[in-house]
């Protein structure tokens, strides 16, 4: 082989050898954008992912509770959804609003009364109406409608994180998103298969125009709530919310249901059915704020897909439901979603930041992102090591790629 064949030979494979090195570095670039560059089992499925997992089951078993309490009082033509939130916020009254006012200085509801009342009284309005409105619905459409349109929380709890809590998704995000959509259509697929009562159909237009505000005004409240507990404190929020409850559902109660509360007939089981009612509530108020601050509302509300399902399993031994293999199939597309979207975390955008820097990150950061794609998965998780003696700190070292040894 002469001198000029392996000088082409040479070339050739330096070209190759670059180009190979391109398209790492680009493929690696489109995994950090999407949110896939954690694709090592052990740094997707860890003890948090678990745990956030089991937290918000919990808080899916509560609203079955609350589900099925309700179930029961209507069987006992007991109609008095605002009777029913009173006894909840009137519990959050007692408990953290007392706190409240035993605290002192700054975190005394006094000078949180004079500073920030009518945002906490705008967030009780959102609350109490989001409860109400989604209970009055069942008298005017179909129970399919509201299982589906419910789920209209979910969009505009992402679009009102992205404007207001500056919150940033990747694209796994919004395919997690669609995919617990996907299990929750399953589970409206089997309720339909079953021949499941439906409900009233007496108003079907109002009725879902009833369920989308619901949802508006819920997503409202969770963004604010989001809000609170992470910047400020979940005791602050859950005790304002008591006050403010309290008062706008006894207004309302006063003014709404004072002859369906009247007519009520009152024996144990009744009271029992109000009492398990306004516990679970109870329960999924001040154990919520602590999911919200440890993940996001819009991943909690993605967790409380399955409440439905747990509300159709009890159903099945207890009001005789028809069984479907949909809903397990349901259930564990709903898991998969929202697993996928808790496994990659959310960003929030800089203030100040414009939308051309949100959506183009700043070369700065480019580039370091660049430098641990080159140097792979490993350099990835390997820790910064600082140096004791000269204080200066290393960072993983980079892959020599032609370009550098060519300089």
Request: net charge negative; proline share 3%.
């Amino acid at each position: 082989m002469t001198e000029e064949e392996k000088e082409k030979v040479y070339y050739d494979l330096a070209l190759s050898d670059m180009e190979g090195h391109e398209d790492e570095r680009l493929c690696g670039k489109w995994r950090v954008a999407c949110g896939l560059y954690n694709y090592n089992l052990r740094d997707v499925f860890t003890w948090r992912l678990l745990k956030t997992l089991l937290m918000g089951q919990v808080c899916s078993l509560l609203i079955c509770g609350t589900a099925v309490s309700c179930q029961y009082l209507a069987d006992a033509k007991v109609e008095t959804p605002m009777l029913q939130s009173f006894l909840n916020y009137a519990m959050l009254l007692l408990v953290y609003t007392t706190i409240l006012c035993t605290r002192k200085g700054d975190r005394n509801i006094l000078h949180i009364l004079k500073t920030k009342w009518w945002k906490y009284f705008l967030m009780g309005v959102a609350d109490v109406e989001a409860n109400y409105t989604v209970v009055k619905a069942y008298q005017y459409t179909t129970l399919t409608s509201i299982q589906l349109l419910d789920c209209f929380v979910i969009p505009v709890l992402m679009v009102l994180s992205w404007f207001f809590l500056k919150t940033r998704f990747r694209p796994v995000h919004f395919v997690s998103v669609g995919v617990c959509l996907l299990g929750v259509g399953a589970m409206v697929g089997a309720d339909i298969l079953a021949g499941r009562d439906q409900g009233s159909t007496s108003s079907v237009v109002l009725g879902d125009g009833l369920v989308l505000l619901s949802a508006v005004l819920y997503a409202i409240s969770n963004v604010c709530q989001e809000q609170t507990v992470k910047n400020l404190s979940r005791i602050e929020f859950l005790g304002m919310m008591g006050l403010f409850g309290t008062l706008i559902s006894g207004v309302q109660l006063a003014v709404l249901e004072t002859h369906a509360v009247a007519a009520i007939t009152w024996d144990f089981h009744t009271s029992l059915w109000f009492a398990v009612y306004a516990l679970c509530m109870y329960s999924l108020y001040s154990f919520m704020p602590v999911v919200v601050k440890m993940t996001s509302a819009t991943a909690v509300n993605l967790s409380l897909l399955t409440a439905d399902l747990f509300s159709l399993f009890c159903g099945l031994f207890l009001f005789h439901y028809s069984f479907s293999t949909l809903y397990i199939i349901s259930f564990v597309v709903i898991m998969v979603g929202f697993v996928m979207f808790n496994a990659v975390p959310t960003y929030t955008a800089l203030p100040g930041s414009g939308s051309n820097e949100e959506e183009n990150p700043p070369e700065e950061e480019e580039s370091s992102s660049n430098r641990l794609l080159s140097a792979g998965p490993e350099a990835q998780r390997e820790p910064e090591r600082r140096d004791t003696k000269r204080g200066e700190t290393q960072r993983p070292s980079e892959t020599p790629t032609l370009e550098t040894l060519c300089e």
